[in-house]
């Protein structure tokens, strides 16, 4: 079934429809989930909570074209995840990386092509997670430090100091894991 007719369909509340959504979109909201929660357990349980918000929210959906149905999924999953996270408080629980410098090598882009997608994803999985979710929030989100510390109730030099902090983190592992493996 095409993108439109299974969002039409679900707007009507059809729940086969709303059966063939999961099973399309289930494991891509899960990655997304993952890219913020380490546990997989509460990450599995956010994407269930995010489908129920999805279920109930289709009335303000908007088809824009293909792609759109899943962009919007993205935004309800994420969305429901930084929920989890404030309510958590997680960035007041931001452990100092002391071996994150301010100053540091930064791999090159080709460099990285040669690292495979799993392992950056672990890197990224291994940073505590208020570095991680500004980290995640800046990349793969687009946002800026100001809309960060909007969404997270941080300031932006806070948001900017812990983004500095994850690349720093990363960079090291990156360059340490291209030293082993070259």
Same mark, same amino acid.
């Given at each position: 079934?095409?993108? $439109? ?38 990450? $599995? ?5 995010? @489908? ?5 929210? @289709? ?65 990224? $999985? ?8 500004? @980290?995640?929030?800046?990349? @793969?989100?687009?946002?800026?430090? *100001? ?14 100091? $812990? ?15 291209? *030293?082993?493996?070259?």
């Amino acid at each position: 079934m095409k993108e $439109q007719e299974l969002s039409e369909r679900c707007r009507q509340e059809d729940n086969v429809a709303r059966k063939e959504l999961y099973e399309c979109y289930a494991g891509k909201m899960f990655a997304v989930c993952l890219r913020y929660i380490t546990d997989r357990d509460t990450a $599995q349980d956010l994407m269930h909570d995010g @489908f129920l918000k999805i279920y109930a929210s @289709f009335d303000k959906f908007v088809w824009r074209g293909e792609g759109s149905l899943r962009a919007w999924m993205e935004r309800v999953i994420i969305n429901t995840v930084l929920q989890y996270l404030r309510k958590s408080d997680v960035m007041s629980q931001s452990v100092a990386l002391e071996d994150a410098p301010q100053i540091y090598e930064e791999p090159t882009p080709d460099a990285i092509e040669t690292i495979p997608k799993d392992v950056l994803m672990q890197f990224v $999985q291994e940073l505590p997670v208020g570095y991680r979710t500004v @980290f995640n929030l800046y990349v @793969f989100e687009d946002k800026s430090h *100001k809309e960060i510390a909007q969404i997270l109730g941080i300031n932006e030099k806070s948001s900017a100091s $812990q983004l500095v902090r994850a690349k720093a983190s990363l960079a090291k592992k990156v360059n340490e894991w291209m *030293k082993k493996n070259a």
